[in-house]
C-alpha cells in the first residue's frame, strides 16, 4: 500500500500556518519597534565607541558599562508600559491657528462625550462670589460662597455630598487631610466641618481669617486675616503650633511651596514673605511690586514662584537666587494666579483666564489659552490635580485604557462656578501612595492611619530642605569664642612647659635615648643594691653582736675577733 500524498486539506493548513507565521513575525516587528523607541527615552546619551580603546582592560569594563545601560533601558521601557501608561497631551494649531484663539465650545467639540460633561457652568446667583478647593486627588471639589453657602461634592461623577447655608459670611474654604473633613473661614472664627455638613469644632484662636492654607504632610492648618497675625494649628492633635505678628497690617494672599511647606504670604507694601512655624521672624522678606501684592503661587518642584501686584505686573522669581527672572504686564491688575503640576500658568482678572505654557522657564510671546467667563468677575481659580477620567460608574473598578484623559481649571466667580478645559495641565500618571483618585473607603482608612505614622513636626519645615540629616554647624559667634578658648589653653600650656624647661639644669647629652635608658636601668639597680645594702649591714650587726658575748668582758673591742666561736 503506497501512503497517501498530500491532499487539499493538508495544503490549507500549510497556508493557514504561513500566514500565521508571517503574521506573528509582523506582529514581533512592529512591537520591537514601538520597544526601540521606547528604549530611547530611556538612554544615558549616545553608547560609546570602545573599539577605538586600545587598553583591554578598561575596554572590557566600557562594554561591560554598556551592556547594564542598554538592559536597564530595555527594563525601564518593558516597565514603563504598565506603570506610566498615559502621556500629557497639548493643544496644538496648524498653520496660521493659533491656541490662543479657540474657544472652549471648539474644544469640547473635539474632545469625547465623558471630557465634555466636565465642562459645566454652575450659575448661583446672589451667593458669590465663590471660593475652591480640591482634594489632592482631584476627586472632590469644595465649594464656598460669600453669603454662607458650602458644598462638597464628587464633581467628577456629579454627587454632592453636603449642601449647608451658615447664614454667614465666607471669607475662604480649605479641604484638610481628605474629603473627610474641610475647614472654612467665617465672620469671626474658623469652623470645621465633617463630610456631612455636621459643625465639629470651632476654632477661636483663629480669628477674623481672610485666607486658609493646609499643610498635609504636617497636618497643618494656617490662617492670616485682619490682624495680620499668621498662625498653625495642629489638626491631629488639635494644639496652637506658632503664632507669628507680620506687622505689616492685614493680609489676604496666603499660600504655600509644596517642595518645602514653608508659607507665602503677600502683603500691602508689595512685599513678600516667607514664613515657618519654628521661627519668629520671616526666613525670607522680598520687595517684588511697587503696590500691593495680590497673589502668590510656587510650582511643585520649589524653584519658580510667580507673584501679581497692583502695578500691573506679573512676575517670574527663581527661589534658589531670589531674583526675577522675566515679567509680564497684564492689561488689569491680576488678582489671581495658580501653577499646574506640569508647569503651566493661568493668571486672572476680572472676566478674564490666560493659561501661559513653558512661562516659568523662558518669556513667552503669546498666551496659550485664553477664556472669558460668562458668569461675573472671578474670585479665584484652581487646577484639577490629576487627570481626571470619565470611568465611575459602578461596573468599572480600573481605570480603562481606551479612556480619554482631560485637564480642568475650575473658577469661582461671583455667579458661582465654571469650569474649563485645558489640556497638558494635569499631572496623567497618579502615585496611589500619595493621592489615588480611585480610592476606595478601606484603602482611604488605611491612607489616613499611614499619613498620621508619618506625620512631620513642624521644626522640619525650612526654607533648604536639603539641610535636614546634616550635621547642625554652630553659630559662628560660638565657634570664635571656642577657637579663642583653644588659643588661651594652648598659649597658657606653651607657657607652663617653657618654665619648666627653664628651671631644668642643662647639661649636654643627658637627653639622649641611650642616657635615658640607662638611666631607667641604673634606677632598678640602685633599688636592688640599697636593700643588699641593708640586708649585709644587718647580718654584719648580728655577727659582732654575738662576739661580744663569746668574748671575756676585759677583753678590749679590737682583740674580739680572735676569739673563736664555739
Not at 108 to 119: L, Q
Not at 167 to 196: C, S
Not at 245 to 251: A, E, L, S
Not at 550 to 566: H, I, M, N, S
Amino acid at each position: 500500500m503506497e501512503p497517501a500524498g498530500p491532499g487539499p486539506g493538508s495544503e490549507r493548513d500549510q497556508q493557514l500556518a504561513a500566514e500565521i507565521a508571517s503574521a506573528s513575525k509582523n506582529a514581533k516587528r512592529k512591537r520591537n519597534q514601538e520597544l526601540n523607541k521606547k528604549v530611547a527615552k530611556f538612554k544615558r546619551g549616545e553608547p560609546m565607541h570602545v573599539k577605538q580603546i586600545a587598553d583591554k582592560k578598561l575596554k572590557g569594563r566600557m562594554q561591560h558599562t554598556e551592556r547594564l545601560n542598554s538592559e536597564a533601558a530595555v527594563a525601564a521601557a518593558k516597565t514603563d508600559e504598565w506603570l506610566l501608561p498615559a502621556e500629557a497631551g497639548t493643544l496644538e494649531a496648524e498653520g496660521m491657528e493659533r491656541t490662543w484663539r479657540f474657544s472652549q465650545a471648539d474644544v469640547v467639540d473635539e474632545v469625547e462625550v465623558g471630557a465634555s460633561r466636565k465642562v459645566f457652568d454652575l450659575r448661583l446667583g446672589g451667593l458669590g462670589p465663590y471660593n475652591i478647593d480640591f482634594s489632592r486627588s482631584g476627586r472632590y471639589m469644595l465649594i464656598g460662597g460669600k453669603k454662607g453657602h458650602l458644598g462638597l461634592m464628587d464633581w467628577q461623577s456629579g454627587r454632592t455630598f453636603c449642601e449647608v447655608q451658615v447664614r454667614e459670611t465666607v471669607r475662604d474654604v480649605k479641604l484638610l487631610h481628605n474629603e473627610q473633613f474641610f475647614a472654612a473661614a467665617q465672620k469671626k472664627y474658623v469652623y470645621i466641618y465633617d463630610k456631612r455638613g455636621l459643625e465639629v469644632h470651632c476654632l477661636k484662636a483663629h480669628t477674623d481669617v481672610r485666607r486658609l492654607e493646609f499643610l498635609p504632610y504636617h497636618f497643618l492648618l494656617g490662617s492670616v486675616g485682619d490682624l495680620g497675625v499668621l498662625r498653625f494649628q495642629d489638626t491631629s492633635t488639635g494644639q496652637i503650633i506658632a503664632q507669628h505678628r507680620t506687622k505689616m497690617g492685614p493680609c489676604d494672599v496666603l499660600r504655600h511651596n509644596p517642595y518645602n511647606a514653608v508659607s507665602l504670604l503677600g502683603h500691602a507694601q508689595g512685599v513678600v514673605t516667607m514664613w515657618t512655624p519654628n521661627m519668629t521672624s520671616p526666613a525670607v522678606k522680598m520687595l517684588a511690586h511697587r503696590g500691593p501684592v495680590l497673589s502668590v503661587a510656587a510650582d511643585s518642584t520649589g524653584h519658580r514662584m510667580v507673584t501679581t501686584g497692583a502695578d500691573g505686573q506679573v512676575k517670574v522669581w527663581d527661589l534658589r537666587t531670589y531674583q526675577p527672572l522675566h515679567s509680564y504686564f497684564s492689561p488689569s491688575p491680576a488678582t489671581w494666579c495658580d501653577i499646574s503640576q506640569r508647569g503651566m500658568l493661568a493668571v486672572g482678572w476680572g472676566r478674564r483666564i490666560n493659561v501661559w505654557k513653558d512661562a516659568l522657564t523662558s518669556k513667552q510671546q503669546s498666551p496659550y489659552m485664553s477664556h472669558n467667563l460668562q458668569g461675573g468677575q472671578l474670585r479665584d481659580f484652581h487646577f484639577c490635580p490629576y487627570e481626571v477620567r470619565d470611568i465611575y460608574r459602578k461596573e468599572v473598578t480600573f481605570p480603562s485604557a481606551s479612556l480619554v484623559a482631560q485637564d480642568v481649571v475650575a473658577v469661582g466667580h461671583t455667579g458661582g462656578v465654571s469650569t474649563m478645559l485645558v489640556p497638558g495641565s494635569g499631572e496623567p500618571n497618579f502615585d496611589s501612595y500619595v493621592a489615588d483618585p480611585y480610592q476606595r473607603a478601606r484603602a482611604r482608612q488605611e491612607q489616613e492611619v499611614h499619613q498620621l505614622m508619618d506625620k512631620l513636626q513642624p521644626d522640619m519645615i525650612v526654607v533648604d530642605p536639603t539641610t535636614i540629616g546634616q550635621i547642625r554647624k554652630e553659630p559662628k559667634e560660638v565657634q570664635l569664642e571656642r577657637q579663642q578658648q583653644t588659643a588661651e589653653a594652648n598659649a597658657a600650656q606653651r607657657k607652663e612647659q617653657q618654665e619648666q624647661n627653664d628651671a631644668k639644669k642643662r647639661m649636654k647629652g643627658k637627653n639622649k635615648p641611650s642616657k635615658k635608658h640607662k638611666k631607667k636601668q641604673i634606677n632598678v639597680i640602685e633599688e636592688k643594691k640599697g636593700r643588699i645594702r641593708q640586708e649585709s649591714a644587718q647580718q654584719d650587726a648580728n655577727a659582732n653582736a654575738e662576739l661580744r658575748k663569746q668574748a671575756p668582758e676585759d677583753v678590749p673591742t679590737a682583740l674580739q675577733r680572735f676569739y673563736k666561736r664555739g
